[in-house]
């Protein structure tokens, strides 16, 4: 089967949709099944991470239907996944108009309407009853912490994984934060976070970011000379820096599925509009999140989440 895979990544965008994109892609490649990817070449894109993984990229040049549907006819797509903001109901239902055959797969994180055959929203927050009417009725709907798209490094991560020693900063182990704000930091939160968690003693920063954060010089520079903090750019052990931290902050995201899979305490603030489903049932579910940036907010829900930093601030 040829699978076409129609997805960005800038620094506007994030990365988070070709990440994802890459774990689904995986799976459908271990059982044979032949990969390509429709991108754009945008500003701070991660691309790469495409040809790493060994698969065919195609750059289109705009998103139009006609380029999108000369791609499918030209490599005889028998599924497309869209994983996709700008790729709507009219657009699908055209697209599975002019090819009778395909099956459509659609990524959706905001409960709109779509033209598919099966739409997937991976969130730990997806509500299938939401979908009622906004999918036709043939379609296969899957929501929920039971399809989260998770690389097998987080599930060899989590059975290495041993019980946290809640009195790790008694025993002069540096209590470590695990902090994530998308790969390209669209909101630019990391300094002032790290300015925050810089008044804390015995703590070490493990900080994930990628070469699609367009302020990632400054970053660099406010991390130099700073031991405290690890800056790990384009990593490929995301895991494994989960599994080793006590507590983590990041974006009601993918991420956010990530640590809630891994166990660790977080607090998660909302940056973009389409983390509000994950953020209303965070919220719901009383775990830590705030609306957006707030210092006080911040230091308050670190001492009241973290119990080893609460006699060091």
């Not at 701070?44 to 289109?60: F, M, Q, S, V, W």
């Not at 379609?139 to 991560?157: D, I, N, Q």
């Not at 902050?249 to 166990?263: K, L, R």
Request: aromatic share 8%; charged share 30%.
């Amino acid at each position: 089967m040829n699978i076409l895979f129609r997805a960005d990544s800038s620094s506007t965008i994030g990365t988070g949709h070709i990440m994802r994109d890459l774990v689904l892609s995986k799976k459908y490649a271990k059982k044979g099944h032949n990969i390509i990817f429709a991108t754009q070449n945008l500003d701070g894109n991660i691309n790469h991470k495409i040809e790493e993984a060994g698969y065919k990229i195609e750059i289109l040049k705009s998103d139009t239907i006609k380029e999108l549907d000369k791609l499918i006819k030209k490599f005889k797509i028998d599924k497309l996944v869209i994983d996709h903001y700008d790729i709507d109901y009219t657009i699908e239902k055209q697209l599975s108009i002019l090819n009778s055959k395909i099956s459509i797969m659609v990524f959706d994180d905001t409960y709109l309407k779509h033209y598919c055959d099966v739409v997937l929203n991976h969130n730990i927050s997806g509500d299938k009853k939401k979908y009622k009417g906004l999918v036709p009725k043939h379609c296969k709907v899957k929501c929920g912490a039971k399809y989260t798209l998770l690389r097998e490094e987080f599930y060899k991560e989590k059975k290495k994984l041993k019980k946290k020693n809640i009195l790790s900063t008694i025993n002069h182990q540096p209590f470590t934060i695990f902090i994530a704000m998308g790969g390209a930091d669209t909101a630019n939160l990391n300094i002032k976070i790290l300015k925050i968690l810089k008044k804390y003693k015995n703590i070490k920063v493990n900080l994930v970011t990628t070469l699609a954060n367009k302020n990632l010089e400054k970053l660099k520079n406010y991390c130099k000379n700073r031991s405290w903090i690890n800056l790990d750019i384009n990593s490929n052990k995301i895991a494994k820096l989960m599994a080793k931290s006590d507590f983590a902050i990041v974006t009601p995201s993918v991420t956010v599925n990530e640590v809630y899979f891994m166990e660790v305490p977080f607090i998660a603030i909302k940056t973009a509009e389409n983390q509000n489903d994950v953020y209303e049932y965070l919220k719901k579910k009383k775990y830590a999140v705030l609306a957006e940036f707030d210092e006080k907010k911040i230091i308050k829900m670190i001492k009241k989440n973290s119990n080893c930093l609460m006699e060091l601030y």
